[in-house]
């Protein structure tokens, strides 16, 4: 292992690999990743995969209009799968309905497109659903997927081809802190010294941040998911049941892949639940009776890492020299990660990001209590 | 044999030539190995193919088979309809 280096990134996620990427675009090369299983191994291969910019802040909104840019930017450049196949809300109360005209406003006066469809509409969207018990929905065309696997695994490619090093099975223990000022990561396999250091190990995090006297409000929120057998394309939009807070997407390999809201606590191993397997099925094949006949391959756990504001927590830590982090996205880590690395790469080099509210997402804001508003959770 | 013509994982039709790439490429550990080609992600769950790749990762790299094996055990062990989930409606 190297004994030093410009930058280490500690995380292989794709956030990590995507502030790396920025940086190596910015011409930067002396840099280490440090991972601790195997790139990916955390939130980013066990996401839903879904992008879009029809958020309730205005933070969570100018960030994520300019990462669907980049989404697809990306896509195109390095060759991996992104679609902007939409999300579809199913509503099924006239309560529902009245929210999401609010949330429409918000989006719209933001200049995301989102738009309440009738259930005609969703039909349309969506062949075979059964509408029944639905009032309406809302549309956002300019949201998507992405392949999390190949955009991450591509990506990490170009950086290590451009001389970033990697060091997987790699545990980062301590970041050694002097004057105020980062020194360096004693690891598992050795000391790095290192001008500058980015945290971006999900709720790892925590723990790192400790080490150097940094208070970062994180907890760990299991989720659950399953995928099926593939099928060819059925439907593209990432659908959402509001009732249930459940969602539903067809990925790019043609598995369906099922969220189902199960109650869960903070900071708990997650392990596997058959109510979670009876809330999936139920929620969804009655929108797909079909469904019922299809194959589970797979049921596998995961976690949100929360903030109190469910806003990710980006950018220096103001009181020590070197010290970035980039993490807490609250469920939303994979779609953010284009516009994360680039502000985080900003942030290194120019000391400053190209969207001036990024500055609100900064762990002093928990400090000065200036928390992100959102005019309401929102998926 | 020709590479191009061995089916290795049968469920995503991945062939030898693919792994052979794929290691060339620096796809060098099993997980980002499965992962970057979806060997393991069909119905048979990388029972069939997961002890070959890993035994021809471990020829290409020169590690240890037992370093490189993971065998995966998420549920259900078989693929199983949704429909065995489904309560049953009172009434």
Known sequence: ?379 | MDPKKVIVCRCEDVTLEDIYKAIEEGYTDLESLKRYLRIGMGPCQGAHCIPIVARILASKTGKKFDEIYIPGNRPPLNPIPLKYFLKKQQG
Request: net charge neutral.
């Open chain 1, 1 to 379: 292992m190297v004994g030093k280096a410009d930058i280490v990134i500690i995380g292989a996620g794709i956030i990590g690999v995507s502030t790396a990427y920025n940086l190596v675009e910015k011409g930067i090369r002396n840099i280490v990743i440090i991972e601790k299983n195997y790139p990916g191994s955390g939130g980013s291969f066990r996401c839903a995969t879904g992008i879009r910019a029809s958020f309730t802040s205005e933070e969570h909104v100018l960030l994520m209009k300019e990462s669907v840019k980049l989404w697809k930017e990306l896509s195109e450049k390095h060759g991996f799968f992104y679609l902007r196949g939409g999300y579809v809300w199913l509503l099924s109360t006239e309560e529902q309905l009245e929210l999401f005209k609010k949330f429409v406003e918000f989006h719209n006066s933001l200049g995301v497109p989102t738009r309440i469809i009738s259930v005609e509409e969703i039909e349309k969207l969506v062949p075979t659903i059964n509408t029944s018990g639905l009032v309406g929905g809302v549309y956002d065309p300019l949201a998507g997927k992405a392949d999390c696997f190949k955009s991450l695994l591509l990506l990490l490619k170009y950086v290590r081809d451009k001389g970033v090093q990697v060091y997987t099975g790699t545990l980062a223990r301590k970041i050694v802190v002097e004057n105020s000022r980062v020194q360096g990561v004693e690891t598992d396999k050795g000391f790095i010294e290192a001008k500058k250091i980015v945290v971006a190990a999900g709720y790892g995090s925590r723990d790192l941040l400790k080490t150097a006297g940094v208070d970062a409000p994180l907890n760990n929120l299991p989720k659950h998911a399953l995928v099926t057998e593939k099928f060819n394309e059925r439907f593209k939009p990432l659908l959402v049941d509001w009732s249930s807070t459940s969602y539903m997407v067809q990925t790019s390999s043609g598995t369906f892949l099922i969220g189902a809201e199960i109650e869960e606590e903070y900071n708990v191993k997650p392990v596997n639940r058959i109510e979670f397997l009876y809330k999936a099925a139920q929620v969804w094949v009655k929108y797909f009776p079909w469904l019922a006949e299809i194959n589970v391959l797979r049921y596998w756990t995961g976690y949100y890492v929360m903030t109190p504001d469910h806003h990710p927590i980006l950018g220096p830590i103001d009181d020590i020299d070197g010290l970035y982090v980039a993490t807490g996205f609250s469920g939303h880590g994979f779609m953010m990660a284009p516009i994360v690395g680039k502000l985080m790469a900003e942030w290194i080099i120019e000391e400053k990001p190209s969207i001036p509210i990024a500055e609100n997402l900064k762990l002093k804001r928990f400090r000065e209590g200036k928390m992100i508003k959102e005019i309401a959770v929102f998926g």
